[in-house]
């Protein structure tokens, strides 16, 4: 470790002594490729979009189920990573850092992508084409600096401390932007990304205009702006209705895409699978099994999502799950774990919509009705006594609607909650049952490496 520490500082030492000496004689650098030359054509400007996209993974998925009240860590997993789920992570955890660097370059690869895009004079079909790949660009750095507010942000709220929002590509030491900052800039982004993106493009494994609309949506909620929050999902739900009951199974295993707006594709054999990477292992072992906690939230008999996202096995026996997570099992037996990631779907929608109502004015018990009769068989409309309970009952409901698709940790920590497991679900946790609000591990810590290299930058509180 310390070997690898030393070449990553050497390495970023190195950079920064030949950007500089480069600066000071007035040297073209030999050692990169200026975006006129990288981006010749509209060709390579979609290069450089879908090496962004490639980027667009599971790691906040995994990361979320480890260290929220999702899953638990069975006996049988001797080679995941039980610090993360026992709140023991520092800065030099990579399980819980890795996020960092990743959606990093990412917005690099973006940035850069926009400069090639604006150095190439479009004429015809290329230029409505290149709008539109604007539109996506603009877009996936809304996305991927929201992602990190979400993971790196110790509170949801104006004047906490977010993350740095990158619009060029250099070399250097930036602060890290208030919470109100970043959303602005990504409500920017995305408003402009909008007006780009034709209605006619519909791909889901890209970034659409009513992708748009959920990212807006999403970001609404976390900024409490509720009647943003409102619209923007109703216009979601206006293109995308629930999946039927007959549909619902089939989303999960990639027989259909009802409901689902953007989607991470995952093909082949050689795609990350986030069955094997976060829940199962080739060879069998279970890494994380759902929590009882979140078992006992179903109904068994009646909700469509508990077979969907749970699997019970009888003949695991001895030390072994019998219970493991049957969200990510994919379409085929010859590639197990390897499904689609739904990165929006409108059952999430309604969630956000019933909970905008919840807080404004408007029929947010209606909502949740709607949902979960499109997930249970049977149900009867509920009614609710207060505001208190509604939101305690919305919660729940994205709980289970949501289980190891990366909210739940957030969720809590929208709401200002403990991380509550259930004893039976910390066995293996060394005592970590409850994680408080005031304890440093309920924010995930800035790398140890950024806080080293980065003059500028702090880090989150306790660490």
Known sequence: MINKTFQKYTLLFSLLVLTISCTKLEFTPSDTISPDKAFRNISDINLGLLGAYALVNETTIGVVSTVSDEATFPTENTVGNSDAFRWLYTASNGSVTSLYSNNYTAIDRINRTLAGLDALTLTGADLVTGNRYRGELLALRAYFHFELLRSYAPAYQTGALGVPYM???????????????VVANAKADLIASKGLIPATFTDKTRITKVAVSAIQARLALYEKNWADAITYSNEVITTYPLA???????????????EVIWKAKRVGTTDSRIGDSYFRQTGGIVLYAPAFKLINTFD????????????????RTGTKSQYLVNKYIGGTSTTPGLADIKLFRTGEMYLIKAEAEAESTGDAAGDLNALRNARI????????????????????????????????????????????????????????????????????????????VNKNTVQNPGY
């Open 377 to 452: 068989n049977g149900y009867v409309n509920a009614t609710f006594a207060d505001k208190a309970t509604l939101i305690t009952a919305i919660l729940d409901e994205r709980y289970k609607e949501l289980a190891f698709e990366g909210h739940r940790f957030f969720d809590l920590k929208r709401r200002n909650l403990p991380v509550q497991r259930l004893a039976a679900d910390a066995v293996n946790a060394s005592g970590a049952v409850t994680l408080l609000t005031t304890q440093a591990q309920y924010s995930l810590p800035i790398p140890v490496l950024e806080i080293s």
């Open 300 to 315: 068994k008999i009646n909700d469509l999502r508990y077979p969907a996202y749970i699997k019970f096995d009888a003949t």
């Open 244 to 258: 039927t009951k007959a549909q619902f199974p089939g989303i999960w295993t990639d027989a259909n895409d009802s």
């Open 167 to 181: 619009k060029v590509s250099i070399i250097s030491y930036p602060a890290r932007d208030n919470f109100e900052v």
